[in-house]
């Protein structure tokens, strides 16, 4: 099974500054036409999770561009290029190269 | 408008089964494979299982294999859960959500397994 590891698991942010997380797989996540299945979610309290980027860098339909996604191989980051009041919840990295597996969550928190 | 909406949840005594459901609207239905995701109280994501177009392909988490079976029947846009041999840690909220990549999730429905 690939183990997808998300870092810093809890992540206090000033309103207004950078962010950034990190995921790594366990093993790479490239198929042979040379697609790469990784995205990522947000969960606020109490909501379903959204996907945010899809394919390491691609943003869905009104994903603040704020938001980037960057990576390779087995090495892939979050950022968020100035944090707002919104975006605090919990983000999560997932392959699905591979059936699926998700990050155990990076905890996004206003400071 | 895509929509996904759960249902089927219920609380479960261990070793039961139960029939989760999962109503879509809004797309093709035929287009996309089809997920299930599910959350344990005040846990993170877990993948539980995905489908193909047309129901001959299915992948499970290892941990789901042989208790859980995935289905779906194109005709009436609906995806299904039968979970099997339930245990206190089947607990959770089970989310439908499209494609394998989870581009769209439903609300979710709980499932309590207790004595």
């Known amino acids: 099974d690939i183990v997808m590891t998300q870092s810093p698991l809890s992540l206090p942010v000033t309103l207004g500054q950078p962010a950034s997380i990190s995921c790594r797989s366990s093993?790479?996540?490239?198929?042979?036409?040379?697609?790469?299945?990784l995205n990522w979610f947000h969960q606020r309290p109490g909501q379903s999770p959204r996907r945010l980027i899809y394919k390491v860098s691609n943003r869905d339909s009104g994903v603040p561009d704020r938001f980037s996604g960057s990576g390779s191989g087995t090495a892939f980051t979050l950022k968020i290029s100035r944090v707002e009041a919104e975006d605090v919840g919990v983000y999560y990295c997932?392959?699905?190269?591979?059936?699926?597996?998700f990050g155990q969550g990076t905890k996004l928190e206003i400071k | 408008e895509v929509q996904l909406v759960e249902s089927g949840g219920d609380l479960v005594q261990p070793g039961g089964s139960l029939r989760l459901s999962c109503a879509a609207s809004g797309f093709t239905f035929t287009d996309y494979w089809m997920s299930w995701v599910r959350q344990a109280p005040g846990k993170g994501l877990e993948w539980v299982a995905n489908?193909?177009?047309?129901?001959?392909?299915?992948y499970y988490a290892d941990s789901m294999k042989g208790r859980f079976t995935i289905a779906r029947d194109n005709a009436k846009n609906s995806l299904y859960l039968q979970m099997n041999s339930l245990r206190g840690e089947d607990t959770a909220l089970y989310f439908c959500?499209?494609?394998?990549?989870?581009?769209?999730w439903g609300q979710g429905t709980l499932v309590t397994v207790s004595s």
């Open positions: 093993q790479s996540l490239v198929n042979r036409e040379g697609i790469t299945y």
């Open positions: 997932m392959q699905h190269i591979y059936g699926g597996t």
């Open positions: 489908i193909n177009h047309d129901g001959s392909a299915k």
């Open positions: 959500a499209r494609e394998g990549g989870l581009g769209y």
